[in-house]
């Protein structure tokens, strides 16, 4: 019923790349602190991007563990939906059963009283 991939699955794949992104940013603006004039300069960037990586990578866990809690969530309603539904074929098809037995009882007591 919900066999399908999560739609948060895309986004949390982009996030990763992005992540991916800054980290190959921060290590070059590091490789180029080393040899800069101004190195205050490039240690106070580096440590605020650093910063907000860390801010950003921490909001892509929380929104991956909300994603897989949905998931199952969703998995359990499935369960549920398809045992609900099968208790309800069943059901229905008892019901037709005793609706057909009801029926054809009542048509012998009326072809008896007829008579």
Not at 27 to 43: D, G, I, N
């Amino acid at each position: 019923m919900f066999a399908q991939k999560s739609s948060m699955h895309g986004y949390l794949v982009l996030a990763k790349k992005r992540i991916d992104e800054m980290d190959v940013a921060l290590a070059a603006l590091e490789r180029k602190a080393k040899t800069a004039r101004s190195r205050e300069r490039f240690v106070k960037a580096i440590a605020d991007l650093k910063k907000r990586r860390n801010g950003f990578a921490v909001q892509v866990r929380r929104m991956q563990t909300h994603a897989t809690a949905a998931e199952a969530r969703m998995k359990k309603l499935s369960v549920a939906g398809q045992v609900s539904w099968s208790a309800f074929r069943v059901a229905l098809a008892r019901s037709r059963k005793a609706f057909a037995r009801s029926g054809r009882v009542t048509a012998k007591a009326v072809r008896r009283a007829v008579r």
